[in-house]
């Protein structure tokens, strides 16, 4: 639950490497919502007995619990925890997050995203296809990018800086194009980004707007001033500007941008496919953290969940790189970008 982590070595007790913390991958194991058979596809062996005693000794026996009982009080803790976390990037900024759509990737969010979106009311989550590698397949095909900044402390009202400002953003451009043209870019495929970090004076935060593709003059000063009130209501509520204060431009900031060929990392069927209902593979024995019971609950194989596949939660797909779990209360369905969508029952967007 952090804030240590047991890392790859020992790891998990479960895997038997001299672990004797026991971890989030421990008490999932002990609740049944992972198959200790199926671990990464049965590559990797786990055992449930080692994860029942490395919970008993440092959780159950010192809070007087049973090792299911703890077990579901590490999972709350970690949805709870997971949930906070999203919220500074949602509420704090003045953003409702029961608005959104919850994009849930990696080896074990999919085990937990259905359980953080109740505790924020995010109404669905996908969970796209090779979820543990999604963010290097992201990485594979995007493009390759360099930001170079430099602190000014510029009053707009000082308009006599302005070309002492236009100075340092060339030579800020002229370093990055260099840069990037030892990675291998042509000058063809580089392209250019300006901003700037802006905040009223006397504060100490700031909010970043892109910048004119182009030298600063005078006559933009007041469209600068402008759009940073804008976006400083949008972000912190009508009414918040302080319009008697000056604006002050901190930093200017240059990303230079090396244009490579774009991959999808999604599959996709041309059109969305018939619903069906597939034929689980199995059942398993779990405790509902949320519910407090224990389930059978049915086991479908990712193979078998092709586009326009529908399962009720709960329920849980073996996707060989992690585990996708549907609470109670969700339904599951498969997009023809072959991502697992799940959505709250009675929610519709």
Same mark, same amino acid.
């Given at each position: 639950? #952090?804030?240590? @982590?047991? @890392? @790859?070595?020992?790891?998990? %007790? %479960? =895997?038997?490497?001299?672990?004797?913390?026991?971890?989030?991958?421990?008490a999932l194991l002990i609740l049944g919502l992972i198959d200790p058979a199926n671990y990464l596809g049965g590559r990797q062996s786990i055992d449930p007995a080692l994860a029942r005693a490395a919970v008993t000794e440092k959780v159950a026996d010192t809070l007087g619990w049973d090792v299911t009982a703890s077990a579901s009080g590490i999972h709350d803790i970690v949805v709870a925890n997971m949930a906070n976390a999203v919220r500074p990037v949602s509420v704090g900024p003045g953003l409702d997050p029961r608005s959104f759509v919850f994009v849930a990737? #990696?080896?074990? =969010?999919p085990l937990l995203a259905g359980q953080i979106a109740d505790r924020l009311d995010i109404p669905e989550v996908v969970i796209p296809e090779n979820s543990s590698a999604f963010s290097a397949l992201g990485l594979h095909g995007a493009d390759f990018l360099l930001k170079s900044d430099r602190t $000014? #402390?510029?009053? =707009? %009202?000082?308009?006599?800086?302005?070309?002492?400002?236009? %100075?340092? $953003?060339?030579? =800020?451009?002229e370093e990055a194009r260099s840069a990037i043209r030892s990675e291998g870019f042509a000058d063809s495929d580089i392209g250019f980004r300006r901003s700037a970090d802006l905040r009223f004076q006397g504060q100490i935060f700031e909010l970043s707007l892109p910048l004119p593709d182009r030298p600063l003059t005078v006559e933009d000063l007041p469209g600068i001033a402008a759009d940073f009130h804008a976006l400083y209501e949008e972000t912190y509520g009508a009414g918040t500007v302080w319009r008697g204060a000056g604006v002050l431009m901190l930093n200017v900031s240059v990303t230079v941008v090396g244009r490579r060929e774009h991959r999808s990392p999604f599959r996709e069927q041309e059109a969305e496919a018939e619903p069906f209902a597939p034929e689980p593979v199995a059942t398993r024995t779990v405790h509902l953290p949320m519910t407090g019971q224990q389930a059978q609950v049915p086991v479908y194989s990712a193979a078998d969940l092709t586009p326009g596949a529908r399962a009720q939660g709960p329920e849980i797909v073996d996707e060989g790189d992690t585990t996708i779990f549907t609470p109670p209360g969700h339904g599951l369905r498969r997009d023809r970008f072959f991502n697992y969508v799940l959505s709250r029952e009675g929610v519709t967007r």
């Amino acid at each position: 639950m #952090g804030p240590h @982590s047991a @890392s @790859s070595t020992p790891g998990p %007790a %479960a =895997l038997g490497r001299g672990g004797t913390d026991p971890t989030v991958t421990d008490a999932l194991l002990i609740l049944g919502l992972i198959d200790p058979a199926n671990y990464l596809g049965g590559r990797q062996s786990i055992d449930p007995a080692l994860a029942r005693a490395a919970v008993t000794e440092k959780v159950a026996d010192t809070l007087g619990w049973d090792v299911t009982a703890s077990a579901s009080g590490i999972h709350d803790i970690v949805v709870a925890n997971m949930a906070n976390a999203v919220r500074p990037v949602s509420v704090g900024p003045g953003l409702d997050p029961r608005s959104f759509v919850f994009v849930a990737y #990696g080896g074990t =969010l999919p085990l937990l995203a259905g359980q953080i979106a109740d505790r924020l009311d995010i109404p669905e989550v996908v969970i796209p296809e090779n979820s543990s590698a999604f963010s290097a397949l992201g990485l594979h095909g995007a493009d390759f990018l360099l930001k170079s900044d430099r602190t $000014v #402390g510029w009053p =707009l %009202a000082d308009t006599g800086r302005i070309a002492e400002i236009n %100075a340092t $953003v060339d030579a =800020l451009a002229e370093e990055a194009r260099s840069a990037i043209r030892s990675e291998g870019f042509a000058d063809s495929d580089i392209g250019f980004r300006r901003s700037a970090d802006l905040r009223f004076q006397g504060q100490i935060f700031e909010l970043s707007l892109p910048l004119p593709d182009r030298p600063l003059t005078v006559e933009d000063l007041p469209g600068i001033a402008a759009d940073f009130h804008a976006l400083y209501e949008e972000t912190y509520g009508a009414g918040t500007v302080w319009r008697g204060a000056g604006v002050l431009m901190l930093n200017v900031s240059v990303t230079v941008v090396g244009r490579r060929e774009h991959r999808s990392p999604f599959r996709e069927q041309e059109a969305e496919a018939e619903p069906f209902a597939p034929e689980p593979v199995a059942t398993r024995t779990v405790h509902l953290p949320m519910t407090g019971q224990q389930a059978q609950v049915p086991v479908y194989s990712a193979a078998d969940l092709t586009p326009g596949a529908r399962a009720q939660g709960p329920e849980i797909v073996d996707e060989g790189d992690t585990t996708i779990f549907t609470p109670p209360g969700h339904g599951l369905r498969r997009d023809r970008f072959f991502n697992y969508v799940l959505s709250r029952e009675g929610v519709t967007r």
